[in-house]
């Protein structure tokens, strides 16, 4: 069974840090591009962050560059992504999603998450809420 499930999420005040996961069972991560995206309530989905083949190939949008990291733990099948700093704007379902090697997003990572229509997988999302 194909399956992404996030988790690490909850509630963190301003300025605190948060690691997500993004675990893939039934397919291996190393083989697609990795997208992390948000959505906040009344908000359109958001792609915050994705990653390549490797920790040197990612891609951060400017609200979350400097604070949040994407890596790759290829011997656990997953992805993580690191938020520190973290302010209430922050706040949302956060989602990530695998993108196979034939996608545009694969041999373009600099170019930022793209489209949600180049993923094949999608997680269930795991909530943050940056509050005091």
């Known amino acids: 069974q194909v399956q992404l499930v996030e988790s690490g999420g909850g509630l963190v005040q301003p300025g605190g840090s948060l690691r997500l996961s993004c675990a893939a069972s039934g397919f291996t991560v190393d083989d697609y591009a990795i997208g992390w995206f948000r959505q906040a309530p009344g908000k359109e989905r958001e792609g915050v962050s994705c990653?390549?083949?490797?920790?040197?190939?990612?891609f951060y949008t400017d609200s979350v560059e400097g604070r949040f990291t994407i890596s790759r733990a290829n011997a656990k099948n997953t992805v993580y992504l690191q938020m520190n700093s973290l302010k209430p704007e922050d706040t949302a379902v956060y989602y990530c999603?695998?993108?196979?090697?034939?996608?545009?997003?694969?041999?373009?990572?600099?170019?930022?998450?793209?489209?949600?229509?180049?993923?094949?997988?999608w997680g269930q999302g795991t909530q943050v809420t940056v509050s005091s």
């Open positions: 999603a695998a993108a196979p090697r034939q996608s545009s997003i694969w041999w373009s990572i600099g170019a930022g998450p793209g489209s949600s229509s180049e993923y094949d997988f």
């Open positions: 990653i390549g083949n490797s920790d040197e190939l990612t």
